[in-house]
């Protein structure tokens, strides 16, 4: 079975512009989790959906994040504008219902010049 | 908020000897579980657990689950040098609740 697919795997972009990263979680699954890694703050949830619709958003660092899942099957994270401080590693992460179980793609590196 | 301690932030070790890692919460939690991540991989899941006092094993891991449901250890027997990486607790209060991470422990094996 695939497993949670996440594109770019990397990004450099410049200060200002529009990025949107993408995840596709594992068939069945009913929860979708976005991820920011950096080495100074770890792995801080952005936000997470059950069934398509988003249930904690309160880890967006602000409005220049959005989330959307459309569907079951997609889910965009877009940042307008990014900023050199949004350099970090997205994961995307998704996990069956009743379940702790959470599987994580390999990330999207995103570099902010 | 809920916060899991992870400490040390490093770990050193030989080749071949056995590693203990644990991971403490002033909350209780309902379920932990240990992941691991290799450098520019997403984490990994190693071991879940899911009753307080549960002891599962996987290979050479071995995990726990603490009887206060508030800590909860990992142990790595007779390490090797692809265990090098960063391992992280988490701790879930409900099923469908959002899981709360450790800020990881990096392992370094010595050949």
């Known amino acids: 079975d695939a497993g949670v697919i996440q594109s770019p795997r990397h990004e450099v972009t410049e200060m200002g512009q529009e990025v949107t990263l993408r995840c596709k979680p594992i068939s069945g699954h009913n929860s979708l989790f976005w991820y920011r890694q950096t080495m100074m703050r770890g792995l801080e949830l952005l936000i997470y959906f059950n069934n398509n619709v988003p249930i904690d958003d309160s880890g967006m660092p602000e409005d220049r994040f959005s989330a959307k899942m459309p569907n079951a099957s997609f889910s965009t994270l877009k940042i307008q504008p990014s900023e050199p401080r949004d350099s970090a590693v997205y994961f995307c992460a998704s996990r069956p219902f009743f379940t702790g179980e959470l599987f994580f793609g390999e990330g999207s590196r995103l570099t902010v010049l | 908020g809920q916060q899991l301690n992870q400490s040390p932030q490093s770990m050193f070790i030989q080749e071949g000897e056995d590693v203990s890692m644990n991971c403490t919460s002033s909350s209780i939690f309902n379920t932990w579980l240990w992941y691991k991540q290799d450098p520019g991989e997403g984490p990994v899941l190693l071991i879940a657990?899911?009753?307080?006092?549960e002891l599962t094993s996987n290979g050479r891991l071995t995990a726990q689950f603490g009887i206060t449901r508030k800590d909860s250890f990992l142990n790595i027997s007779a390490s090797i040098p692809s265990d090098v990486g960063i391992y992280f607790c988490a701790g879930l209060t409900g099923a469908n609740s959002k899981l709360t991470f450790g800020k990881g422990i990096t392992l370094s094996v010595r050949p």
């Open positions: 657990l899911y009753k307080a006092g």
